[in-house]
């Protein structure tokens, strides 16, 4: 794995979570919670561009965390991040790079 591929299944995950979030039917607590809403069409499509928005901020933000390019917390150090291979997946702005990629589709 590197670290393209690392930050692409963080994306994937942020799609799985808004998607649990805004599911039908209570399928998890937060779903539960927006359909007890009972929100109009159009409130229920903010709800989920402010949603979306919250978890692309979140999970851009741990990823330059662990890449040392922002604090968790009140410390900032750069971790080494490393698959079952022993490839390095962070440091050196590496996940920052793919990271603003991905979540903010630029170069």
């Not at 928005?53 to 080494?80: E, K, V, Y």
């Amino acid at each position: 794995m590197d670290a393209a591929h690392f930050v692409k299944n963080w994306s994937a995950l942020k799609s799985e979570l808004l998607g649990a979030f805004m599911g039908d039917h209570g399928q998890s607590e937060v779903a539960g919670k927006v359909e007890a809403m009972a929100l109009t069409a159009a409130q229920s499509t903010q709800l989920r561009e402010v949603l979306d928005a919250a978890l692309r901020d979140t999970m851009f933000t741990l990823l330059l965390g662990l890449d040392g390019a922002a604090s968790i917390g009140p410390d900032q150090q750069t971790f080494r991040i490393h698959d079952e291979d022993g490839n390095v997946l962070s440091g050196c702005g590496q996940l920052e790079e793919e990271a603003w990629k991905v979540f903010h589709g630029a170069d």
